[in-house]
């Protein structure tokens, strides 16, 4: 079955960096576009960041561009997101996402919290 498993999240000083990382099974990674959503407390799942499945084709939400860089490495069936100057805004709970035929499909999620 298909199975998602983020990591890489933890505690950051506002203006540092993190790079979180998605172990994707269970499909064939290679036909589908990878996504980055996050949820902050209190608030809905907003899509953070999404890419196709050849790379060329990425799309990034207005208060990420910039910061945050998606990537994705077929050979491993890996999916990643760099992060650079934090804001407190950013603090959520960030999942990887996939959805194969219409079906959303979630990791467990990793805390990303920023402050000072």
């Known amino acids: 079955q298909v199975q998602l498993v983020e990591s890489g999240g933890g505690f950051v000083q506002p203006g540092g960096s993190l790079t979180l990382s998605c172990a994707a099974s269970?499909?064939?990674?290679?036909?589908?576009?990878m996504s980055w959503y996050r949820q902050a407390p209190g608030k809905e799942r907003e899509l953070v960041a999404t890419?196709?499945?050849?790379?060329?084709?990425?799309r990034y939400a207005n208060s990420v561009k910039g910061r945050f860089t998606i990537s994705r490495d077929n050979a491993r069936n890996m999916v990643y997101l760099q992060m650079n100057s934090l804001k407190p805004d950013d603090t959520a709970v960030y999942y990887c996402?996939?959805?194969?035929?219409?079906?959303?499909?979630w990791g467990q999620g990793t805390q990303v919290t920023v402050s000072s």
């Open positions: 996402n996939v959805a194969p035929f219409g079906t959303n499909y």
């Open positions: 890419v196709n499945p050849d790379s060329e084709m990425i």
């Open positions: 269970g499909f064939s990674f290679v036909s589908y576009y």
